[in-house]
């Protein structure tokens, strides 16, 4: 009968691993001192309604003390705080996702509109000079582009946005 060399390897990594647990265990002997965590206590009266309070328990032994902190976050009438300050709204539509479908374009520059289609939710967006749609607002408004003024992450940048060119022969 033969026994397998990886048999053997595991049984013997498997032996080691349990040989290192009972040292570990074996060099944590109860003759020494537990290190102790201790709060001063707080009045029920003084606290305030979100302070953080300390509750304190005695272990088995009856020598050593836990104390853990506790917080208690009264949310009524308040917001979530693990929901994001930015609605998805506020971010849409993304400027990679807009098309320039049409512009009516004033000369003079007062009264110029730009047609923007947002590709992924079909929506149309009609815009002016100083408008703004999402995180964007509209510099400029030429005959066939549009200027925007982006500001993301504390940054600001200028992207244009133009007209496809709809003379071309489509090969397809």
Excluded: H
Excluded at 31 to 44: D, K, L, M, W
Excluded at 131 to 141: K, L, P
Excluded at 149 to 169: H, P, W
């Amino acid at each position: 009968m033969t026994v397998n060399k990886s048999i053997v390897i595991a049984c013997g990594v498997v032996c080691l691993a349990f040989a290192a647990l009972a040292f570990v265990a074996g060099a944590q002997t109860p003759g020494r001192q537990p290190v102790r965590v201790a709060a001063a206590p707080v009045a029920e009266s003084a606290k305030a309604p979100n302070a953080p309070t300390a509750a304190a328990t005695v272990a088995d032994s009856g020598r050593q003390l836990v104390v853990r902190e506790q917080y208690n976050y009264g949310g009524v009438g308040r917001r979530d705080p693990f929901v994001s300050l930015m609605n998805t709204e506020e971010l849409r539509p993304l400027y990679q996702d807009l098309k320039l479908v049409a512009v009516a374009w004033d000369p003079l520059g007062r009264n110029s509109v730009a047609v923007l289609r947002d590709v992924t939710s079909k929506l149309q967006y009609r815009v002016k000079v100083g408008q703004e749609i999402g995180r964007m607002r509209v510099a400029s408004i030429g005959p066939k582009s549009v200027l925007f003024g982006i500001e993301e992450f504390g940054y600001s940048r200028q992207e244009t946005l133009a007209m496809s060119d709809s003379t071309k022969v489509r090969t397809q």
